[in-house]
């Protein structure tokens, strides 16, 4: 297995335009994510920027960076249209996406991303699920929740479906975290194919893959990375580089 890591970004993100280059504890956001993908060690990394302001970042910080058709509709295709300009050849039959918005993502869940694919031979797409925050999770339709057949060791499992419908019952209730391993056979796949009804339903593209037949599992992270999305999200990751400064890069 050759994997490589992939970054999407662009400025035109529709709550908090620019978010890319947002200033987290002295660097912009996208370094940080890029500096945790690199602690990985699952393979060599880089930015598919949808933005030449991105590329210009990455680089002066020693990155790698592609620039991508900035009106490509979704982080799968931006990856894609990457990977063809930095592996033309197809040596790496791994492509990891990291979202660029998980400035303090731990390393050891991209390696365990990454993991799955080795140790499940019929996973053809691996992805990272967290514990719920708590109660209003479950009804939250922000919150996307994986329907897992876990594996007797509670750390792995099998992804049956995902949705933004509250579960009810006893059992855990898993939090979707959005980094996915594709084989990359399974990723030109994906993105071949049109979107499906259920995507259409529920707004998750991950529902694709699973109409399309291909196996979807799941590694369980101990919590929930921070996410920046909104103006607040980012003001939480501002103050959380504070209240951490000389312990994280």
């Given at each position: 297995?050759?994997?490589?890591?992939?970054?999407?970004?662009?400025?035109?993100?529709?709550?908090?335009?620019?978010k890319?280059?947002?200033?987290?504890?002295?660097l912009?956001?996208?370094?940080?994510v890029?500096?945790?993908?690199e602690?990985a060690?699952?393979?060599?990394?880089?930015?598919?920027?949808?933005?030449?302001?991105i590329?210009?970042?990455?680089?002066?910080a020693?990155?790698?960076?592609v620039?991508t058709?900035?009106?490509?509709?979704?982080?799968s295709?931006r990856?894609?249209?990457?990977?063809?300009?930095l592996?033309?050849?197809?040596?790496?039959?791994v492509?990891?996406?990291l979202?660029?918005?998980?400035p303090?993502?731990?390393?050891?869940?991209?390696?365990?991303?990454?993991g799955?694919?080795?140790?499940?031979t019929?996973?053809?797409?691996?992805?990272?699920?967290?514990?719920e925050h708590g109660?209003d999770?479950?009804a939250?339709?922000?919150?996307?929740?994986a329907?897992?057949?876990l594996?007797?060791d509670?750390?792995?499992?099998?992804?049956l479906?995902f949705?933004?419908?509250?579960?009810?019952?006893?059992?855990p209730?898993?939090?979707?975290?959005?980094?996915?391993?594709?084989?990359?056979e399974a990723?030109?796949?994906?993105?071949?194919?049109?979107?499906?009804?259920?995507?259409?339903?529920?707004?998750?593209?991950?529902?694709?893959?699973?109409?399309l037949?291909?196996?979807?599992?799941?590694?369980?992270a101990?919590?929930?990375?921070?996410?920046?999305?909104?103006?607040?999200?980012?003001?939480?990751?501002?103050s959380?580089?504070?209240?951490?400064?000389?312990?994280?890069?």
């Amino acid at each position: 297995m050759n994997p490589i890591v992939i970054i999407p970004a662009r400025m035109a993100a529709t709550r908090l335009p620019g978010k890319p280059l947002a200033d987290i504890g002295g660097l912009p956001m996208i370094v940080r994510v890029l500096r945790q993908a690199e602690a990985a060690g699952a393979g060599p990394v880089a930015v598919a920027a949808g933005d030449y302001e991105i590329v210009a970042a990455v680089e002066g910080a020693g990155g790698r960076a592609v620039l991508t058709d900035p009106h490509l509709p979704s982080g799968s295709d931006r990856i894609l249209a990457a990977l063809g300009e930095l592996d033309p050849a197809g040596e790496h039959d791994v492509v990891i996406n990291l979202q660029g918005d998980m400035p303090f993502v731990d390393p050891s869940v991209l390696a365990a991303c990454a993991g799955l694919l080795a140790e499940q031979t019929d996973c053809d797409i691996a992805t990272v699920v967290a514990p719920e925050h708590g109660p209003d999770d479950r009804a939250n339709p922000d919150v996307v929740k994986a329907v897992l057949s876990l594996q007797p060791d509670g750390r792995t499992g099998r992804a049956l479906y995902f949705t933004r419908s509250t579960l009810y019952g006893d059992a855990p209730v898993w939090r979707h975290i959005g980094i996915y391993g594709y084989r990359r056979e399974a990723l030109e796949r994906f993105n071949a194919a049109a979107p499906s009804p259920l995507e259409t339903r529920e707004k998750l593209e991950q529902l694709r893959a699973l109409e399309l037949g291909l196996s979807i599992w799941a590694a369980v992270a101990d919590a929930a990375p921070i996410s920046v999305d909104t103006p607040a999200d980012l003001k939480a990751a501002q103050s959380f580089a504070q209240r951490h400064a000389g312990k994280i890069p």
